[in-house]
């Protein structure tokens, strides 16, 4: 995928972009031993996974990302690319509780969050807690449900929390959200608005694996019985380390030359004439959150500007809309992005 050079023109340059990036002046040091455990603990989880999936190590990048920071993702990616096994293998790691809802047009909200129902025995209602009382949701298909179920869902992301018939219901943390969208079929489906996209904090797109990726995928699944790859991950922390793992990311050190850059990047484009909507506040802010945990997972306790750029793609790509001159011309969001990225300097160390 290659960016279009005509189209760096079409952003702002970046406020005083000579301006030297630096490294925090002072790291606390008690925090020396945190970031180990939290990298030590990364580490664990990348190697258990790759042990399932394969050939798809920039998207466990991005979910471990997305996850560390907090957010929800949305998945894109054709039908049998293992977006299901991803979540399940995920759960295993932490020995957390993983659920699955499949989105069909006839899906009601209380499918989602629950409802209390009669219960003839007792003479009393009962509650019955749905899917969403878990630690890792796939949403699949979201795009099939009408859009009612769709923000009871996105409510629940919001807030992490259920109301039912009055009585307020706190998910346990930690809680993600994996929806995914099948790019090739869209009869039938209900487009998520762009407000409601904007809560996801990536879009991450899952293709193809290489050919020697594929072959072992095929060999193993061959070979072995249903599942039983997954059963096979070993769990290396609890719950209660990835809440503490996030509170972690959340204290990684942004300094301001960093900051802007990430906010000249979500600035760009809404100003670049290839782009009809731009990203929001929001954007930024998920930049941000991101650059964090890109600095988390390569065991660092402060972002760089090569942070904020690795998550510029899967943050900003289902935040903008193209012109319909630049959508009808052949290029992409991903390409204009690109031009964009290019285009607006980075801080220099």
Not at 261 to 270: H, K
């Amino acid at each position: 995928m290659t960016s279009d050079p005509n189209a760096a023109s079409d952003s702002p340059s970046a406020p005083d972009a000579n301006l030297l990036w630096r490294a925090p002046a002072e790291t606390p040091p008690p925090a020396a031993a945190a970031e180990l455990q939290l990298s030590s603990l990364i580490t664990q989880m990348r190697h258990e996974i790759r042990q399932v999936i394969l050939g798809q190590d920039t998207v466990i990048e991005q979910v471990l990302a997305a996850f560390l920071a907090g957010g929800h993702v949305l998945l894109e990616g054709k039908p049998g690319l293992g977006k299901t096994y991803l979540v399940t293998t995920l759960a295993r790691t932490f020995g957390g509780v993983s659920a699955r809802i499949q989105f069909t047009p006839d899906l009601m909200p209380s499918d989602v969050t629950g409802f209390r129902m009669f219960d003839m025995k007792s003479q009393t209602f009962q509650l019955r807690r749905g899917p969403v009382f878990t630690h890792l949701l796939l949403a699949d298909e979201i795009n099939r449900a009408p859009a009612k179920t769709q923000s009871a869902l996105l409510e629940v992301m919001q807030e992490r929390q259920v109301t039912i018939d009055g009585e307020t219901l706190h998910l346990e943390p930690p809680f993600m959200t994996l929806a995914t969208q099948n790019p090739i079929e869209h009869e039938g489906t209900y487009p998520l608005p762009e407000a409601q996209l904007d809560r996801f904090i990536m879009k991450v797109l899952i293709d193809y694996p290489d050919h020697e990726a594929e072959c072992e995928i095929v060999a193993r699944a061959a070979a072995e019985c249903p599942g039983g790859e997954v059963s096979s991950i070993r769990c290396v922390c609890g719950p209660a380390a990835i809440v503490a793992g996030q509170l972690a990311t959340a204290a990684v050190q942004v300094v301001p030359e960093v900051l802007a850059y990430a906010v000249a990047l979500t600035q760009a484009t809404r100003d670049a004439r290839a782009i009809a909507l731009g990203a929001g506040t929001r954007g930024a802010i998920s930049l941000v959150r991101i650059g964090k945990a890109f600095a988390a997972l390569d065991g660092r306790d402060f972002v760089i500007p090569d942070d904020i750029k690795r998550a510029a793609l899967p943050v900003l790509r289902h935040r903008v809309q193209l012109t319909p001159e630049v959508a009808i011309s052949g290029q992409d969001v991903d390409d204009v992005l690109l031009a964009i990225i290019e285009s607006v300097p980075a801080p220099r160390q």
